[in-house]
């Protein structure tokens, strides 16, 4: 009862030493743009907040990329549970969700998702920004567009890399389930960018010079980084 299938198995290369370490770099380089901004070239707390809303977004699509590629395979039973492991040496945590009928996957996770970026964003606007309006708003990134495309690059990259080694190299079973990526970036998702949300209110909030915010960027690539080793000490499977 307990026997995983042998297609849970993670395919060679997509945990490796190698890999994890090209993850690591990747994630401190995409990290070490805002730090750069802040410390060279006057980026304050929501100019690093909103490079960080922007990483969501590229999330989001890659999130999305996974969910509808893997559609074709799926074939699921609405309202089944199903349970996902993670379990190596040092590593054992799981989840479980409720499978979705094949149209409601994509629509869902577009609502879900595309809501709580909404919030994120109308949150930056109103408490970090403050009185907030079209004008103000592109006019305070206009003089930043050129670093902030520039995050915007490295975090897709970091991303894509992500997508490559997690998804396109990983156990078959997970291009035929949806519902495991439509759940996935949620966790760490709210935790990382809650860690940069409170670092720009604090900043922000006690008019604190905005150095304080690289403690907070800091923590926030110690998080990444520690989600990258897990997936080398213990790779997720689907538990029949």
Request: glycine share 10%; aromatic share 16%.
């Amino acid at each position: 009862m307990n026997e995983e299938p042998a297609d849970n198995d993670v395919e060679k290369g997509q945990a490796s030493l190698p890999g994890l370490l090209v993850s690591g770099v990747m994630i401190l380089l995409a990290n070490l743009v805002p730090v750069v901004g802040v410390f060279w070239f006057g980026w304050d707390a929501i100019l690093v907040v909103f490079a960080y809303w922007l990483e969501g977004t590229v999330v989001g699509l890659f999130t999305l990329l996974r969910i509808v590629w893997a559609l074709p395979g799926y074939d699921p039973t609405p309202g089944t549970s199903v349970t996902y492991r993670r379990k190596g040496k040092n590593v054992s945590t799981n989840f479980t969700a409720k499978e979705m009928s094949k149209r409601a996957v994509v629509s869902a996770f577009v609502g879900v998702y595309g809501g709580l970026m909404l919030f994120y964003g109308f949150f930056l606007l109103m408490f970090l920004i403050g009185d907030a309006t079209v004008e103000k708003v592109t006019s305070r990134l206009s003089g930043f567009s050129t670093w902030l495309l520039t995050v915007l690059l490295f975090m897709f990259i970091q991303h894509a890399w992500s997508f490559y080694t997690d998804f396109v190299r990983g156990p078959e079973w997970a291009k035929s389930d949806p519902v495991f990526h439509f759940w996935r970036p949620f966790g760490r998702f709210i935790l990382l960018h809650f860690v940069v949300i409170i670092g720009g209110l604090t900043t922000q909030g006690l008019s604190l010079p905005r150095f304080y915010m690289v403690p907070f960027i800091f923590l926030k690539s110690c998080g990444e980084l520690l989600s990258a080793v897990l997936a080398l000490a213990g790779p997720w499977r689907r538990v029949p």
